[in-house]
């Protein structure tokens, strides 16, 4: 039922794009979006509902494609701060705000 | 200050020996789950509760029990632990609104040698 990220892992420069992307075989009624550092909690990032608008603040958004059920994670301009796990959340229709969340994508951002 | 408070933060026990790991929330939210998290499988989830009196399985479920008398409060209990039940755990809560973010507790490590 965990939904799949892809890539496991990137690295880039300060000032590089990134892109995170999650998929799911099940039809989804919303993406969530998490970021997690070392030894810490899960932060939420943002919602994507179905029918909803695409997201975002700042330098970070979201997309959510309801007939692929696939969901994708912008980073623009990318910080230090930016560097962590980001893990999607996925919720089915009817699941009781249940959410499974994905492997993650380790994210490195060097100087 | 909205929080989940998870205790205790880290936990060495023996093969056998029955713990609990307890979750209390002071946002009034009817949902509260626990996750486990292993290196390299990201967030898999043990338990949920909709509600107080109602919880599920969710996909890890073997090996942990939960109650939920009060809708603060959402326990993980560890009958018999098991070396493979080391591991990162943590509680989370969310309101009855699918704008609502999950809020994770600060985590407990678990060790069970």
């Known amino acids: 039922q965990q939904p799949v990220q892809s890539p496991q892992a990137v690295i880039l420069r300060e000032g590089e794009d990134a892109v995170i992307n999650c998929s799911s075989s099940k039809a989804l009624y919303s993406v969530h979006w998490y970021r997690q550092k070392h030894g810490e909690a899960p932060v939420f990032l943002m919602i994507?509902?179905?029918?909803?608008e695409q997201k975002g603040h700042e330098k970070i958004s979201a997309s959510f494609n309801e007939k692929k059920q696939q969901s994708s994670l912008y980073l623009t301009a990318s910080q230090l701060s930016y560097s962590g796990t980001y893990f999607c959340g996925t919720e089915k229709a009817n699941s009781g705000y249940a959410l499974n969340f994905g492997k993650g994508t380790s994210l490195l951002v060097t100087p | 200050e909205a929080q989940v408070t998870q205790n205790p933060r880290y936990l060495i026990t023996v093969t056998g020996k029955k713990l609990t790991v307890t979750c209390s929330q002071n946002m009034n939210h009817e949902y509260m789950s626990w996750y486990r998290q292993d290196p390299g499988l990201g967030l898999r989830q043990i338990y949920y509760s909709m509600n107080v009196e109602v919880t599920d399985k969710g996909d890890v479920p073997e090996g942990y029990k939960v109650s939920r008398k009060e809708k603060r409060n959402f326990p993980l209990i560890l009958e018999s632990p098991s070396p493979n039940q080391t591991s990162l755990y943590f509680c989370?809560?969310?309101?009855?609104?699918?704008?609502?973010?999950?809020?994770f507790g600060n985590g407990t490590r678990l060790t069970v040698t």
């Open positions: 989370a809560s969310r309101g009855q609104d699918y704008n609502s973010p999950l809020h």
């Open positions: 994507l509902l179905k029918g909803g």
